[in-house]
């Protein structure tokens, strides 16, 4: 039997239900991704199947299944039905067995689901936009996973009085500070002539990459959080660049601290900086840390004999790297700490310099 199934919880629910309802066995069932469920044939009256109450989901497995419907494995529908009809048929305490593969897999995709939320809700950057002579805010992500509608009640806590919109390719949410609504996606992050995502000026100053800290948003700026989010905000004050000036990248840079980039990491982040560059059209390309300085500047760059080159770029008319924040303030040597202080300062104001220069200013 071939059943379609949109993504999400609801409609997993009410298919998964209808299966269990007629008895049918995993390896039976075709699950196949649409806009919505098939339902005409869930109804046990109408398909001629007997009258047996539909069995009532486990939360812990809904709780786990609520992210796993947003990843982008073709998969997960069969592999939720497959270890759902276990947990109904004798194995109760299949999710505490993390052993078994079927369980791990929807590990794996919860976590990554989780991480790819994270990354949404703290990356994501409102702007402000006219839209019928209102204020409204706007933003475009993309993100690895379907999170739009696990993340809209996050943003609506964190911007509950601003009108804003969120677009991503596959979906989009609209807050109206009444009420929370959900949408098409959107291939390419220009929603319109009434609102326009990301807008301002025809090639951004400065894009970010690397280990950039957390981002929270203050009307129409993004502001660094945590300690090495501050650091960063006095540096580029001091250089004279302004959060305006600035585009923080979208590349999902390595979760770990240390250590050289794996060759396919870094040719995955290469084409995403790639297709970034093509449409930012930045001036300048700034890496903080080691791994953004391989990706930017090859394979062969060692921060510490490389960083606070400016250099031409084929993405950007210059390209610098320097220290990460964090890198900074993880020295616990008071004199180690001061010096990488003053060179990540030193380097920042380069750059803040050469944005002034006749090469940059023609570009």
């Known amino acids: 039997m071939r059943v379609s199934v949109a993504p999400e919880l609801s409609s997993f629910r009410e298919v998964a239900r209808g299966l269990l309802v007629r008895g049918m066995p995993?390896?039976?069932v075709e699950f196949e991704q649409g806009q919505e469920s098939w339902t005409e044939w869930m109804d046990p009256l109408l398909s001629g199947g007997g009258a047996r109450a539909a069995p009532a989901l486990p939360a812990d497995f809904l709780s786990l299944a609520e992210k796993v419907v947003c990843h982008r494995d073709a998969e997960r529908?069969?592999?939720?039905?497959?270890?759902?009809?276990?947990?109904?048929?004798?194995?109760r305490r299949l999710l505490e067995k993390?052993?078994?593969?079927?369980?791990?897999?929807l590990r794996r995709m919860e976590r990554a689901v989780r991480r790819d939320l994270r990354e949404l809700v703290i990356r994501v950057r409102f702007r402000r936009a006219a839209s019928d002579g209102e204020a409204r805010h706007v933003a475009w992500y993309r993100p690895e996973h379907r999170v739009v509608r696990l993340a809209a009640p996050f943003l609506v806590g964190r911007f509950p009085s601003l009108h804003w919109s969120l677009f991503t390719p596959d979906a989009s949410a609209h807050w109206d500070r009444a009420r929370l609504s959900f949408g098409a996606g959107l291939a390419f992050p220009e929603p319109g002539p009434a609102v326009s995502p990301d807008a301002g000026p025809a090639r951004q100053r400065v894009l970010l990459l690397g280990d950039v800290p957390g981002t929270r948003e203050e009307g129409d700026a993004a502001c660094f959080v945590g300690p090495s989010g501050r650091l960063l905000e006095l540096v580029l004050s001091?250089?004279?660049?302004?959060?305006?000036?600035?585009?923080?990248?979208?590349?999902?840079?390595p979760g770990r601290r240390s250590g050289a980039l794996t060759w396919p990491e870094a040719r995955a982040l290469r084409e995403e900086l790639s297709s970034e560059a093509a449409q930012v059209r930045p001036r300048l390309l700034l890496a903080l840390g080691s791994a953004a300085g391989q990706v930017l500047l090859g394979p062969g760059f060692r921060l510490d004999v490389g960083r606070g080159r400016l250099v031409p770029s084929e993405w950007a008319p210059g390209a610098l790297a320097t220290f990460a924040p964090w890198d900074v303030l993880r020295r616990q040597d008071p004199r180690e700490r001061a010096e990488a202080r003053i060179h990540?300062?030193?380097?920042v104001r380069a750059a803040a310099q050469w944005l002034k220069s006749p090469e940059a200013l023609g570009s």
């Not at 993390?98 to 897999?105: L, N, S, T, W």
């Not at 004279?240 to 923080?248: F, I, K, M, Q």
């Not at 990540?344 to 380097?347: I, K, L, R, Y």
Request: charged share 40%.
């Open 26 to 28: 995993p390896d039976r």
């Open 77 to 91: 529908f069969a592999l939720l039905y497959r270890v759902l009809w276990r947990l109904t048929h004798g194995e």
């Open 98 to 105: 993390d052993a078994d593969r079927d369980v791990q897999r």
């Open 238 to 253: 001091r250089a004279g660049l302004r959060t305006s000036d600035l585009r923080v990248s979208r590349a999902r840079w």
């Open 344 to 347: 990540f300062e030193a380097d």
